[in-house]
Every structure is written in C-alpha cells, then in structure tokens.
C-alpha cells in the first residue's frame, strides 16, 4: 500500500467545535480506504493557553503547542490544514478561560494586566501569544483567495435569505473622525535594505524606553506608522453622542477587539467612559479601588462592583446616563446586554454586515428595530462602510435573486497589515515621541505623541505582496471578472502599495483583462454598482479590509459568510483551507446547552474538505482523494438542493442531522460512481444501509433535542461529554463503524 496522505484538522472553539465532534468521525471514517489519515490538533483558546504553560501543569495535562507546529508545517509542501473559526481572544475571554481551566484543575496562572515582577511580566508575555488574533499570522503562510462556490451562490439566487428593508429618509450613518485617526497620521516607507529596526519612545522630558528591541526587515518590505490621539477620540465620540440624541437613534460602536487585540479594546474603553463621563469621574477613587477598567466594559464593571455597599448608588447613576443620552444599541436585548457591555461583542465586520442586511437598523432594549449612528473611528475602514449606507439609501436593499457576486483576493500571508494584534502596537505612557529606527540610528520613521495616545506599526513583506497580485491576476484571467485593487492614494501605507502593484502588474501579460487600482470608497461605490447589475467583482484586498469585505458580501449574498470557500494556497506549495466566520458562534453555543439544538451551518468544512482533498489528489498522486472530492461535491450540491442546512428551531434539523445527510449524500455519490471500483465496493453497503435507516437516524437525533445539555465547560468542555452531545444516533454511530 502507498504511503498515507494526511490532512491536519483543527479543533477550535464554540460551536464549530460542539460541530467538530459530530462531522469528524464522519469524515475519518470516509477517507480512511483512500490511504488518508486525519490528524486532529487543538489550536483553541484553551489548548493554546495550555500549550503555553506546561511548566504549571501535571504529566498527564500538558499538550502539544500545536499552533507552532502547524505554523513550522505551513511553510512545507506537505501542509494540508483545514482550519476552523477560532476564539481571536480579548482580555475578558481570556480570563474566563483561566478560570475555567483552573477550576478543572489546570493551575495556570492568573493574567497578570499590570505586572508586579519579573515571573508576572514573563506571564503576561506568554498570554500575548493567546490573545487576540493569535492563530491566523502563523497559519496564513500565503493570501487568500475566498469566493462563493457555483452551487452555495446558485442556491442563495433560488432560495433567497431575508433582507431588511432600507427606508429612503433612513436616519442611519457613520461616525468616524476626521482628526488625530490612524488614518489621518500614519505615515509610510519602503525598506530599501535588509536591516534590523527597533521602536524607540523618548518622553518630553527627556526619559527613553524601547518598545521593541531590534528585529529584521527585509529589503522591499513596506513599513507604516501611525497614532490615535486619544484626546481626538474622546472630542469625536462626545460629537457622536450628540448626533445620535439629535437625530433620536440608537448609538452603536463597531470595533474588532479581538482581532485587534492591543487598540480597539482602549478604543472601546474610550467610548464607554465617554459615554458615562459623569459617572466615572465621580466614582473614579471607588473604581480605582475596585481596578476597573473601562475597557473592559460594562459587565467587568457591574460583576467587580457585585457586593458592593455602593452598587446600587453606582447602578443607578449608570442607568441615569443610559436613560437620558441617546439608546444604546443592543447585542442581546432579553438580557439587557448592551453594545458597551463586552469589548468582543464588538466585531465590525459581523456587525456592519448585518445592519447593512437588516436595513440599516439594530435592536434597542425592547428588541425593536431603530436607526443607527454608528461609530467607527478610524477613516481607513468608516468611509467605505459609510459607501454603504449611502448606497443602500439610496437605491434600497440588494436583491440575493438577482445580485452578482464579490470574491476575494486578499494580502495576509507573513502576517501582512495585522493591525493592532501584534507586538508592535502600544500605549504612550506621557507625551513624547516614537521613532522607528534601523540599527545605525537612522530614523526610519517618527510619531509625535501625547499621554494615552496608541502608536503602531505595520510591516508588510515584499514577497507576500508579489504573490498577491500574481493571484489577483491569476482569478481575473480563470474567472474572466474584473478585479478591483481598493487601495486608497489618500492614505500613507496605500501610496506605497500602488507603486508596488503597479510595478508587479507589469510581469503579467493582462492582455483582456480589466484591473483597476481604486480609493476604497470608490471601490465599494462602483462594486455596489455592479452588483445590483448582476456583475461580478473581484475585490482585492489587504489583510483588515479582507477581513471585513468576506463577512459584508457573503452576508447580503448568501446570508451568512460561514458558506463561502476560503482557500489559502501556501507560498511554499502547501495548501491551507478556511472554513469561514464565527461570529454568531457564541449564540449557537448557548442555544444548544440551553434545549439542546445546534444551529451552526457546517456548509464551510464541507467545501474546505472538498478542495483540501483536491489538493492532496493533485500533490501527493492520490487517486482515491479525487474520487472523494469529486463526490463530495456532488453531495454538497445535493444537500443544498435538499436544503439539508440547520434550521433555526427545537424539532427542525440541526448541525447533526445536516452532517448526516451529508454522509448520506456522499455515501450514495461514491456508490454510483464507476471509477474506482474498490471505493465503489466499500461504499455501496454503507449507502444502502444508511438509506434504509435515513427515518430511524433521523428520529434518534430530533429526538436528541430539546432538553438542555452539560459539556461540562464552555472553553475546555468534556470530551466524552460533547461528544455523547453531539453523536446522539446509534444507529448512526454503527454504520460509520463499519468503515474503520
């Protein structure tokens, strides 16, 4: 027998991993007589944390560090990973994580947020590797290249999701500044020279302390920096608070604080003492005392203030504020959860996405729906969202029917453009200046600051940039669409980008091709023009920009952005595959311990499974992982046809029963099929045994619904326990047997 092909699978959080226990026994079992071995790795929140610590854990509790080992594996030929949605961890999940773990033993340390000692700075060192978007940088060894696959887009087109209606009068806009933003300062270079730079800050008074010592630049890298002048955000947020009580709408802030792990949470913790400014300046020594931290938000607050002989007092004065400024926008109206509660309820890109899909509307605390200012501080990404709500007042909501379609190209291998989730992001203590300078003392680049400004910089490597715009051109030319570079020439960092896509555009014969470079609210205005014309459009993108534009488009086309194809084709040949967004996986995850029904779409893991198993076909001369991919793209189109999808309700099909229809699916297409006839042998009985149970499965696991479930952990749950959960048909379960 050949040596065997091996797919690295990842298990990650929240409901794609309650998914995890239920799809990847299936997916073990049908690809083990094609000679491929599955390999699970845990790059969870929980498992990273673990990973990290082994020092403070028994024998039988340490762990891999999985997601290092991966990263190594990327830059490999070999690599195959499909890879799930992941917890990108503020600082309040990552304490919740702590606790848990510790509370099933694991004794890792606490997380130190103002380290005392040398032992606590190593400590939080360590978490820093955790938090944030920790996952993506290593495993993204090359750009992306994210679209709708034929059958998910021709789909939507025949059963169109709900939209929102868009009132022509809608009173909903964006807030962003117009001063003092990243946007507005950054300031950019190209590194002629391979050199080392280290970050610098020298106070007024004449203090130095280096923020980062010396690392490598690469010769053609291109290297930003930029500030947010917190006195501006402040002066811009009290504005925007006085817009939306003007115009009687909610106010709502949209940020990516997990992602952006070091600015957005001390950008969100300006709204929200912005917002309650009475409050804070008069209970500053009690807070103080109590160490809470506005960015943390208002649940931090109320839970260290719980106990309290002030509480009320303090609840009270909140509830004032609240009822006297304009509504809050609400993430969970039933529970009272606000839009300022938690930092990473936060996430723009969902967030954005749905308001544009629900006609510029968010819940208040009625659960109605209401107009929206929405703030969104920084103009490099407020003007396009802005592009957005004029568009749709405009000329009204999309229409799924009749829309064309947005792919995506977009720049992120080597950690391109990871704004604010990397070691190069920091508050300034005092006002002063940062310098970005080589090892001869050469002044790079250099950033007047005040005390509480947040300085960055961004490194953006040469070779990633080449290989994006040769995949750019390589989608326009098989995919015969215009593609749209959006670069801004307003900003620093995209002038520098222009002349570098200008110059590698020239090694590509784009003869018949139409390849545009545009400003980004341009871009999003010509698209949007487009669309409604049922064009397509390649949009191609840098790294935070991607991340927003493949939630926005999937969302108003298909209805959710978990249904796209995200694939990853690795520098170094190898092949990584995405399996879209989580951004509503904390919900699904409370409703399925709450009655026992999952309704996260595994529609992603089944199209990153196919093209993985396409790609192991074509590198490693596997003949039977053909087969497998060809079939199970005959059973995705089938089970979409089927509309086999979760529903959204006790007693409907869920997650589980969407994976068995699937393996149904797939069971009976590598039946019928006539190329190989070992496979066709092996499958036929598995496909007759699992048509003649399809009533019977499906009874065992609607009848698995309903009541409420104990996994025994939200970040670390019991293994035996999910998948007991999760795997409820025997029936099932004895069938699948049968191919191990």
Request: glycine share 6%.
């Amino acid at each position: 027998m050949s040596q065997k092909s091996k797919i690295h699978y990842t298990l990650t959080d929240e409901a794609p991993m309650l998914a995890t226990h239920s799809f990847l026994p299936i997916v073990q079992a049908f690809t083990a007589p094609a000679n491929i071995d599955i390999e699970l790795r845990d790059i969870s929140l929980a498992g990273r944390i673990l990973a990290n610590f082994p020092e403070f854990l028994k024998e039988d509790q340490k762990i891999p560090d999985a997601l290092t080992e991966l990263g190594n594996l990327a830059t490999t030929p070999e690599a195959n990973i499909i890879k799930l949605p992941n917890i990108s961890a503020s600082i309040v999940q990552l304490k919740e994580a702590i606790a848990e773990l510790q509370s099933h033993g694991f004794a890792v340390p606490n997380f130190p947020e103002e380290p005392q000692n040398e032992d606590e700075k190593n400590i939080k060192a360590k978490y820093s590797r955790v938090l944030g978007s920790a996952v993506n940088p290593v495993l993204r060894e090359g750009n992306s290249d994210r679209r709708a696959p034929k059958a998910v887009k021709n789909y939507a087109k025949e059963n169109p999701h709900k939209m929102g209606t868009w009132a022509s009068d809608s009173k909903t806009s964006v807030a962003h500044m117009n001063t003092g933003d990243f946007y507005g300062t950054e300031n950019s270079t190209t590194v002629e020279k391979e050199s080392k730079f280290r970050i610098v800050f020298t106070s007024n008074d004449g203090t130095t302390k280096v923020f980062k010592d010396f690392s490598n630049l690469k010769a053609g890298e291109v290297i930003d920096s930029s500030v947010m002048s917190l006195s501006s955000l402040k002066s811009f947020v009290k504005e925007a608070i006085a817009e939306a009580k003007e115009k009687n709408v909610l106010l709502s802030a949209h940020l990516k604080a997990t992602m952006m792990k070091v600015s957005d949470p001390i950008i969100f913790g300006a709204i929200v003492e912005t917002f309650f400014l009475d409050v804070f300046t008069k209970y500053s020594d009690l807070f103080k005392s109590l160490d809470i931290n506005p960015n943390n938000g208002l649940q931090d607050l109320y839970e260290k203030l719980s106990g309290n002989a002030q509480e009320a007092e303090v609840k009270a004065a909140i509830n004032a504020v609240l009822a006297n400024g304009p509504r809050v926008a609400m993430v969970n109206s039933d529970k009272g959860i606000t839009n300022f509660h938690v930092s990473s309820d936060v996430i723009v890109d969902a967030s954005m996405a749905a308001l544009a899909r629900n006609g510029g509307k968010m819940w208040n605390t009625e659960g109605k729906e209401e107009d929206t200012v929405c703030i969104i501080p920084d103009r490099t990404y407020a003007g396009f969202y802005q592009a957005v709500v004029d568009d749709m007042i405009a000329n009204g909501a999309l229409d799924p029917k009749t829309m064309g379609t947005v792919p995506n190209v977009g720049l992120m291998a080597q950690k391109a453009e990871e704004y604010g989730s990397h070691d190069k992001t920091f508050q300034v203590s005092a006002a002063g200046t940062v310098k970005i300078e080589d090892e001869n003392g050469t002044v790079l680049l250099s950033q007047k600051v005040e005390a509480g400004d947040i300085f960055r910089m961004c490194q953006t490597k040469d070779a990633p940039i080449q290989d994006w715009v040769k995949l750019a051109v390589t989608r326009a030319r098989l995919s015969d669409t215009p593609a749209i570079f959006w670069l801004d020439k307003g900003r620093a960092h995209d002038r520098e980008m222009i002349k570098k896509v200008e110059k590698y555009l020239k090694d590509y014969d784009t003869t018949g091709l139409d390849i545009r470079i545009m400003d980004v609210k341009d871009a999003m205005t010509e698209t949007l023009k487009r669309i409604r014309e049922g064009k397509d459009t390649i949009s191609v993108s840098g790294n935070v920009l991607r991340d927003y534009l493949t939630d926005l488009f999937p969302i108003l086309e298909l209805g959710t952005s978990a249904k796209m194809l995200s694939i990853v084709p690795l520098m170094n040949g190898g092949g990584l595959f995405e399996t879209g967004a989580g951004g509503s996986a904390p919900k699904h995850v409370e409703q399925f311990v709450e009655e026992g029904y999952l309704r996260w779409d595994s529609l992603g893991e089944f199209l990153a499974l196919q093209a993985s198993l396409e790609h192991l076909a074509q590198t490693q001369n596997n003949p039977k992982a053909q087969i497998l991919a060809d079939t199970l793209d005959e059973a995705n189109a089938k089970f979409l046809a089927n509309d086999k999808s979760p529903a959204r309700k006790v007693g409907q099909i869920d997650n589980r029963g969407s994976h068995f229809y699937l393996a149904l699916y797939w069971a009976q297409a590598l039946a019928n099929q006539t190329k190989d006839a070992e496979l066709q042998t092996k499958f036929a009985p598995i496909a007759e045994e699992m048509t003649a149970n399809e009533v019977k499965i499906d009874a065992e696991l609607i009848g698995a619904q309903g009541k409420p479930q104990n996994i025994g952990g939200y970040y670390h749950p019991s293994e035996s326990a999910t998948e007991i959960a999760m795997r409820p048909s025997s029936t099932f379960n004895s069938i699948l047997s049968k191919l191990n």
